[in-house]
């Protein structure tokens, strides 16, 4: 079985900074792509940031210069800080890992709980 744990999210004022993490655990033989989602109320979930086993990372153009996604592999952990934070930026924000559990097997994906960002104006 495998498990995305994510903290890190809460209040913050307009303009401020969080860090989040992920944490993903059990049995794992690789992952690939790592990532961040959100998702607002009555809007659809939307791709943040991603980035790739050898560290190549991508953006949404909302979050572009604002937002840094980063990953430890050693300790299979996804980081994502924020900085000038705007109120359209509260959402749920989800973790995805695409994670190979066994050798030979295939790719799939997996995603955290989410954990509530909420940006005061």
């Known amino acids: 079985q495998v498990q995305l744990v994510e903290s890190g999210g809460g209040l913050v004022q307009a303009g401020g900074s969080l860090t989040l993490s992920c944490a993903a655990s059990?049995?794992?033989?690789?992952?690939?792509?790592m990532g961040w989602y959100r998702q607002a109320p009555g809007t659809e979930r939307e791709l943040v940031a991603t980035?790739?086993?050898?560290?190549?990372?991508n953006y949404a153009d909302s979050v572009k210069g604002r937002f840094t996604i980063s990953r430890d592999n050693a300790k299979n952990t996804v980081y994502l800080q924020m900085s000038s934070l705007k109120p359209e930026d509260t959402a749920v924000y989800y973790c995805?890992?695409?994670?190979?559990?066994?050798?030979?097997?295939?790719?799939?994906?997996?995603w955290g709980q989410g954990t509530q960002v909420t940006v005061s104006s």
């Open positions: 995805n890992a695409n994670i190979r559990r066994n050798w030979g097997q295939k790719v799939r994906d997996y």
């Open positions: 059990g049995s794992i033989f690789s992952i690939d792509h």
């Open positions: 980035i790739s086993s050898v560290g190549a990372t």
